[in-house]
């Protein structure tokens, strides 16, 4: 890849990037402060899933996507560093979020949309059970006792309980993301784990994401390589990471003034 190459490259990676300037707008801690409109259908959702609101949840997860994007904007752009590895987790965070508020707010059956609210509260209850473990500091309500409490909510609503609290991981999530989206779920899948197999330093990651050299001089069977980054790799990374972002507060719009027939 040429130099002019990589510049356009950059280009079109920091105008995904600058995507983000509304969104970070959204999120101002002094800005008035977005609630679903009466009688919506994420206001309806609120109330269903009480106090475990699904809007509540979906702003967190893109309010975390928006923050590593910007992060990743102000390292790339700003401070001008490129590194080989770090931008991929940066990423990673940022798909794995939006993707979060698409799998809440896609589907248009509302028991669908309970029933992921509840699983993703489990999966927080959960994580935040283990941590309490580990520093040997119970909470006021134990592990059981606050998953009966998403059961009883499911109850009420007459929704299987067993299926409010089944576990649910980022592969499910990303996966069911990517369906809704125009492509279909097999880049993002593929983007999500290729930016989490860089976090945990998987090689089989590192040597596709990354541009090597083979330089003379090294052992038989060995590869003697030069390394740099990869400004295409990661380009597609950025890409599908704010594609999904972006879907994600255009369905959270979306279910936020949509009127309940």
Known sequence: MTADDEQQLFAEMFGQLDKIEPWLKRMDPDGPRERPQERSELSRDNKETEPHQLSQAAWHSLSHAV????CL???LKDAHMMHMYAPYSLARAALENASAAVWLLAPDDRAERILRRLRFAALDVRGGEAARKLLDA???KTQTERLGELRAIAKRRDLDEDAAVKHVGYAEIVKAAGDTMRSGNTPFLLTWRMCSAIAHGDF???INVVSTEELPGAPPAIAHLKVT???RTLFFAVYFAVAMTSTGWRLFDQRGTRQVK
């Not at 923050?67 to 910007?70: G, I, T």
Request: charged share 10%; proline share 12%; aromatic share 6%.
């Open 67 to 70: 923050d590593h994007l910007h």
């Open 73 to 75: 904007r102000t390292l």
């Open 138 to 140: 119970p909470g006021p």
């Open 204 to 206: 089989w990651a590192t």
């Open 229 to 231: 980054a990869n400004v």
